[in-house]
């Protein structure tokens, strides 16, 4: 850019600005309303600090320090209206009590809140922006100083408040002032504002403009004029302390940050900065802190290749300075370097560079130097704006071999160098290369055909050497016109052949040297399936799962296969282990062989195999027991016999039953059954076996007799009743008592079964009860008395011998039936001379007794013979023969005697 075209944008910005100024000025006499604070100065002591100034002292010191700094620097747009209490206001407590109040939130309060209780009830607080406290505390601090709002329970909230030492000098006003008005400290802002920790006591400068657009004492557009992105111009403002015009500059640079940028210059309150010039810091907007960059004077500049700005102080004098600013920096670079011709030695190419500016705002002017074996060529061009290309063309010649051309391209001003320079390498041929090869696929199955596409290019240019001529294995190939050699092979054997041992360069120009980049091959190759595992075996039981693994590698390598196997109609997909689960319902094998692969790495389907059975099986047991029914307390013997059903051999192993412990104490019925199997040979739990139905019984013999006496003599008739006690079914056996049981002498007998002969089933053990029965004779008498006249009474009597309990039984005498028990009484009436009386017994048992007599009635004779004798009587008393009853002979056993019983009385 020439001076006289500088020259005049300098002259158009400066009038631009000047109507600027002037349309700022109208505006801000129209609209500009000055802020008006009310503050009410609070004088405060100490109980133990002795007062030695006065209220309206402290009141004059406030009001000239904050008025004449803040007309100034608000540049009138805020006005003071400062009270001042008329009295002291003295707290009961000492200093000491308060003196940690800048730190302590606890003892701020305290301290406001007894200074609040001490006003008097006519003072309207809430009238006044802020109360400013005043105190007689002695505190070198600029922490001293604070202000700020602050809540107290109870009183107005939220309350404004500043609070400074008295003897504090004017800076602790101003930032105690500042505080309350809500400006925070600023660290690293290096003195120049109030709120910097560093900032001149005596002398406190104007707040940064940043701080004043904060508390609207300043405008960005017409007071703080912006710079975009991408934007530069060159532009005067006026110092800080000025109060009006263009006093600052503002360039975005993030969504958080933006570069300040302002004109001070020592003087009026300003005097105490650290020194005159043109002001850079970065703003943060929100957290609101200022960080001071660089201070600029006359010909200085400062560059920032990172945010990418430029600030560069053209003029300065004491009213304002004139900068040329840029929101961006030009940024040069090579974008392309192209060439065009053949890569042959002595022969000149075309080179094309292409130039660009990345950056954000228009370049200096620039050279681009191209440096080469032979000479450096320099070549001018003009400024780029942002964003625009510029082609550059020339020549360059090559050598044989590595040809290393250098370009740069440089500028005055330039945001970033590494992007200026670029290296291209160019390489004039000098042999033909194997550069690569392709094949259809990369491993071939044994026996097949193997297609190979090998790239020949030159070492140069990389451009094709077409046709080119080579041999291999007697056999003529020329390259095409795309740089390609197309070979056939195939071999029966897995392995790889190395394709370059036997290919060699026929004739191509005068090239000799062939380099293989690359050395071509082929794998001709297979699937092996090497490993089968069956789990849990290779014979299962029936309706189980297998789980089959088969382990598949590619033999030349070993490596894994990948892809997917077919067995039994099933497609799995895997790597290495390709596992299948089987099952069958029935009997039977299935045999594992791979039906066909897909290979997902190479594309093979030649598999070696050897084929693997599975069986499914079970166990067939037979149990057999030697009969059905047992005796009670009888083993039970029972046998099994046990085979493999797919292949009938002899089953390998034990069989468990229902029932481990085969003998009973009782009648009992069970039915034995196969509960499992242990297989020592395949392992198999599922088999199918019969059941035995096993039954224990014992034959109940009741032994009863329908009496309890029985004649010597006689058989005891004895009942005798037999069921199995199983079922309850009849005992279709013989029962046979211990002894006869025949009476053949007084006394009890017992009788018992001696034994059983079994019947259908063949059981042999019995339970039967004993009866006792006595063995007996009766021994009876027959009385008559007759001696009252017409009357007649007969005395039956019968006891048993063994024990003499009497007998009873059905008696009658002289055919009428008599009751009684032992002793049987007939009386009746009776007329006659001789009573002739038969008596009998029918007692179950015993043959019947019969007892017959005649006698002489003596009363009815003796009044009929001596009616007149009265006292005399003869009593004639016959005693006849009592016949008894013989058993016949044949019921008699010989052993046991007849014996007569009788008596004549």
Not at 888 to 905: A, F, L, N
């Given at each position: 850019?020439g001076e006289?075209a500088?020259?005049?944008i300098?002259?158009l910005?400066t009038?631009?600005?000047?109507i600027?100024?002037?349309?700022?000025?109208?505006?801000?006499?129209?609209n500009a309303?000055?802020?008006v604070?009310?503050i009410?100065?609070i004088?405060?002591?100490?109980?133990n600090i002795?007062?030695?100034?006065?209220p309206?002292l402290?009141?004059?010191?406030?009001?000239t320090?904050l008025?004449?700094y803040?007309?100034?620097?608000?540049?009138?747009?805020?006005?003071?209206?400062?009270s001042?209490y008329?009295k002291?206001v003295?707290?009961?407590?000492s200093?000491?009590?308060?003196?940690t109040?800048?730190?302590d939130?606890?003892?701020?309060?305290?301290?406001?809140?007894?200074v609040?209780?001490?006003l008097?009830?006519t003072?309207?607080i809430?009238?006044?922006?802020?109360l400013m406290?005043?105190h007689?505390?002695?505190?070198?601090?600029?922490?001293?100083a604070k202000?700020g709002?602050i809540d107290?329970?109870?009183l107005?909230s939220p309350?404004r408040?500043?609070?400074?030492?008295?003897?504090?000098p004017?800076l602790y006003?101003?930032?105690a002032?500042?505080q309350?008005?809500g400006?925070?400290?600023?660290?690293?802002a290096?003195?120049?504002?109030?709120?910097?920790?560093?900032?001149?006591?005596?002398?406190?400068?104007?707040i940064?403009?940043?701080?004043?657009a904060?508390l609207?004492?300043?405008?960005h557009?017409?007071e703080?004029?912006?710079i975009?992105?991408?934007?530069?111009?060159?532009?005067?403002i006026?110092r800080?302390?000025?109060?009006?015009?263009v006093r600052?500059?503002?360039l975005?640079l993030?969504t958080?940050?933006?570069?300040?940028?302002?004109?001070?210059?020592?003087e009026?309150?300003?005097?105490g900065?650290p020194k005159?010039g043109?002001?850079?810091y970065?703003?943060?907007?929100?957290?609101?802190?200022?960080e001071?960059l660089?201070?600029?004077?006359?010909g200085e500049e400062?560059?920032d290749r990172?945010s990418?700005?430029?600030?560069?102080?053209?003029?300065a004098?004491?009213?304002?300075t004139?900068?040329?600013v840029a929101?961006g920096l030009?940024?040069?670079?090579?974008?392309?370097v192209?060439?065009n011709?053949?890569?042959?030695?002595?022969?000149e190419?075309e080179l094309?560079?292409?130039?660009?500016?990345?950056?954000?705002?228009t370049s200096?002017?620039?050279?681009?130097?191209i440096?080469?074996?032979?000479k450096?060529?320099t070549?001018?061009?003009s400024?780029?704006?942002?964003?625009e290309t510029?082609t550059i063309?020339t020549?360059i010649v090559?050598?044989?071999g590595?040809n290393?051309?250098n370009?740069?391209?440089?500028?005055?001003?330039?945001s970033?160098?590494?992007?200026n320079?670029?290296k291209?390498?160019l390489l004039a041929?000098?042999s033909?290369?194997?550069?690569?090869f392709w094949?259809?696929?990369?491993r071939?199955?044994v026996?097949s055909?193997?297609?190979?596409d090998?790239?020949?290019?030159?070492?140069?240019?990389?451009?094709?050497?077409?046709?080119a001529?080579?041999e291999?294995?007697?056999?003529?190939?020329?390259?095409n016109?795309?740089?390609?050699?197309?070979?056939?092979l195939?071999?029966?054997?897995v392995?790889?052949?190395d394709?370059?041992?036997?290919?060699?360069l026929e004739s191509y120009y005068?090239?000799q040297?062939?380099?293989?980049?690359i050395?071509?091959?082929?794998?001709?190759?297979?699937?092996?399936i090497?490993?089968?595992?069956c789990?849990?075996?290779?014979r299962?039981?029936v309706g189980?799962?297998?789980?089959?693994?088969?382990?598949?590698?590619y033999?030349?390598?070993?490596?894994?296969f990948?892809g997917l196997?077919?067995?039994?109609n099933?497609?799995?997909?895997?790597k290495?282990?390709?596992?299948f689960?089987?099952?069958k319902?029935n009997?039977?094998?299935e045999t594992i062989?791979?039906?066909?692969?897909?290979d997902?790495?190479?594309g093979?389907?030649?598999v070696?195999?050897?084929?693997?059975?599975i069986?499914w099986?079970?166990?067939?047991?037979?149990?057999?027991?030697?009969?059905?029914?047992?005796?009670?307390?009888?083993?039970?013997r029972?046998t099994w016999n046990a085979?493999?059903?797919?292949?009938?051999s002899?089953f390998?192993g034990?069989v468990?039953l229902?029932?481990?412990?085969?003998?009973?104490d009782q009648?009992?019925v069970?039915?034995?059954?196969?509960?499992?199997?242990?297989?020592?040979?395949?392992n198999?739990?599922?088999f199918?076996?019969?059941?035995?139905?096993l039954?224990?019984?014992r034959?109940?013999?009741?032994?009863s007799s329908s009496?309890?006496r029985v004649?010597?003599?006689?058989?005891?008739?004895?009942n005798?009743t037999a069921?199995y006690?199983l079922?309850?079914?009849p005992?279709?056996g013989k029962v046979?008592?211990q002894?006869?049981p025949?009476?053949?002498?007084?006394?009890?007998?017992t009788i018992?079964?001696?034994?059983?002969t079994s019947g259908?089933?063949?059981?042999?053990?019995?339970?039967s009860n004993t009866?006792?029965v006595?063995c007996?004779?009766i021994?009876?008498s027959?009385?008559?008395?007759?001696?009252?006249f017409g009357?007649?009474?007969?005395?039956?009597k019968?006891?048993y011998?063994?024990?003499?309990?009497?007998?009873?039984?059905?008696?009658?005498?002289?055919g009428?039936?008599?009751?009684?028990t032992g002793t049987?009484v007939?009386e009746?009436?009776?007329?006659g001379i001789?009573?002739?009386v038969?008596a009998?017994?029918?007692?179950?048992?015993?043959?019947?007794v019969?007892?017959?007599?005649s006698s002489?009635h003596?009363?009815?004779?003796l009044?009929?013979?001596?009616?007149?004798?009265?006292?005399a009587?003869t009593?004639?008393?016959?005693?006849?023969?009592?016949?008894?009853?013989?058993?016949?002979?044949?019921?008699?056993?010989?052993?046991?005697p007849?014996e007569?019983q009788?008596s004549?009385?």
């Amino acid at each position: 850019m020439g001076e006289n075209a500088v020259s005049k944008i300098y002259a158009l910005t400066t009038l631009c600005f000047l109507i600027l100024f002037c349309i700022t000025l109208a505006c801000q006499s129209v609209n500009a309303q000055a802020e008006v604070r009310k503050i009410l100065v609070i004088p405060v002591a100490f109980k133990n600090i002795t007062i030695q100034t006065k209220p309206s002292l402290i009141g004059y010191s406030v009001k000239t320090y904050l008025t004449e700094y803040f007309d100034e620097v608000s540049y009138g747009k805020l006005q003071l209206d400062i009270s001042v209490y008329p009295k002291f206001v003295i707290l009961n407590n000492s200093w000491s009590s308060f003196e940690t109040y800048y730190y302590d939130r606890i003892v701020l309060e305290q301290l406001l809140t007894q200074v609040l209780y001490n006003l008097s009830e006519t003072v309207d607080i809430t009238a006044y922006w802020a109360l400013m406290i005043v105190h007689l505390g002695s505190c070198k601090y600029k922490s001293c100083a604070k202000g700020g709002l602050i809540d107290i329970p109870g009183l107005v909230s939220p309350l404004r408040y500043i609070i400074v030492p008295f003897t504090s000098p004017k800076l602790y006003y101003v930032y105690a002032f500042l505080q309350a008005r809500g400006l925070s400290d600023q660290p690293k802002a290096d003195g120049w504002t109030p709120m910097a920790p560093t900032a001149s006591e005596d002398y406190p400068p104007h707040i940064l403009m940043a701080e004043k657009a904060k508390l609207g004492w300043v405008s960005h557009g017409s007071e703080i004029l912006s710079i975009s992105r991408g934007k530069h111009l060159e532009v005067s403002i006026y110092r800080s302390s000025s109060a009006a015009g263009v006093r600052g500059l503002i360039l975005p640079l993030t969504t958080e940050t933006s570069l300040y940028i302002e004109y001070r210059f020592s003087e009026g309150q300003d005097s105490g900065i650290p020194k005159n010039g043109v002001l850079l810091y970065i703003h943060n907007h929100p957290s609101g802190r200022n960080e001071i960059l660089k201070v600029l004077w006359v010909g200085e500049e400062y560059i920032d290749r990172v945010s990418r700005f430029i600030v560069k102080v053209l003029n300065a004098d004491p009213l304002s300075t004139s900068l040329f600013v840029a929101n961006g920096l030009p940024d040069l670079a090579i974008k392309s370097v192209t060439y065009n011709g053949d890569l042959i030695p002595g022969r000149e190419i075309e080179l094309t560079i292409t130039i660009e500016n990345i950056g954000d705002i228009t370049s200096m002017p620039f050279e681009v130097i191209i440096k080469d074996a032979f000479k450096t060529k320099t070549i001018s061009g003009s400024a780029l704006e942002a964003g625009e290309t510029r082609t550059i063309k020339t020549t360059i010649v090559l050598r044989p071999g590595t040809n290393e051309i250098n370009i740069s391209v440089q500028s005055e001003l330039d945001s970033n160098t590494n992007n200026n320079n670029y290296k291209l390498e160019l390489l004039a041929a000098k042999s033909l290369i194997i550069k690569k090869f392709w094949s259809p696929k990369e491993r071939y199955d044994v026996g097949s055909e193997a297609v190979v596409d090998i790239l020949v290019i030159r070492d140069n240019d990389g451009l094709p050497a077409t046709g080119a001529v080579f041999e291999y294995k007697g056999k003529k190939y020329t390259v095409n016109a795309s740089g390609h050699l197309t070979l056939t092979l195939s071999s029966n054997e897995v392995g790889k052949i190395d394709i370059a041992q036997d290919l060699s360069l026929e004739s191509y120009y005068d090239i000799q040297i062939l380099d293989f980049k690359i050395r071509p091959y082929v794998i001709f190759d297979a699937v092996e399936i090497y490993k089968i595992e069956c789990s849990p075996a290779k014979r299962v039981d029936v309706g189980s799962e297998v789980t089959v693994k088969l382990y598949a590698r590619y033999m030349y390598d070993r490596s894994d296969f990948k892809g997917l196997i077919k067995v039994l109609n099933m497609t799995k997909e895997g790597k290495g282990i390709f596992t299948f689960t089987l099952k069958k319902m029935n009997l039977g094998k299935e045999t594992i062989r791979v039906e066909s692969i897909t290979d997902e790495l190479y594309g093979l389907s030649k598999v070696l195999q050897e084929p693997f059975d599975i069986i499914w099986d079970m166990v067939i047991v037979e149990l057999k027991s030697d009969k059905e029914f047992y005796n009670v307390g009888e083993q039970a013997r029972v046998t099994w016999n046990a085979k493999y059903a797919f292949d009938n051999s002899p089953f390998d192993g034990e069989v468990m039953l229902s029932e481990e412990y085969l003998r009973a104490d009782q009648p009992r019925v069970i039915t034995l059954e196969v509960v499992g199997i242990v297989d020592k040979r395949y392992n198999l739990t599922v088999f199918k076996s019969n059941t035995v139905t096993l039954r224990w019984d014992r034959v109940l013999v009741t032994l009863s007799s329908s009496l309890q006496r029985v004649e010597v003599g006689k058989t005891v008739p004895v009942n005798i009743t037999a069921h199995y006690e199983l079922d309850w079914a009849p005992f279709d056996g013989k029962v046979e008592l211990q002894s006869n049981p025949l009476c053949r002498e007084v006394g009890d007998i017992t009788i018992r079964v001696g034994r059983i002969t079994s019947g259908k089933r063949n059981i042999t053990v019995f339970n039967s009860n004993t009866i006792s029965v006595r063995c007996d004779l009766i021994e009876y008498s027959l009385q008559f008395e007759g001696v009252v006249f017409g009357y007649a009474k007969t005395t039956f009597k019968l006891n048993y011998k063994s024990d003499g309990k009497p007998v009873e039984g059905k008696v009658l005498i002289n055919g009428k039936n008599v009751l009684g028990t032992g002793t049987y009484v007939l009386e009746e009436p009776f007329y006659g001379i001789v009573y002739n009386v038969k008596a009998t017994a029918d007692v179950a048992g015993f043959n019947e007794v019969i007892a017959e007599y005649s006698s002489v009635h003596v009363g009815n004779t003796l009044t009929y013979a001596a009616c007149t004798i009265a006292s005399a009587y003869t009593i004639i008393r016959f005693r006849g023969k009592i016949r008894f009853r013989r058993p016949r002979v044949e019921e008699i056993p010989e052993e046991v005697p007849i014996e007569e019983q009788g008596s004549e009385e």
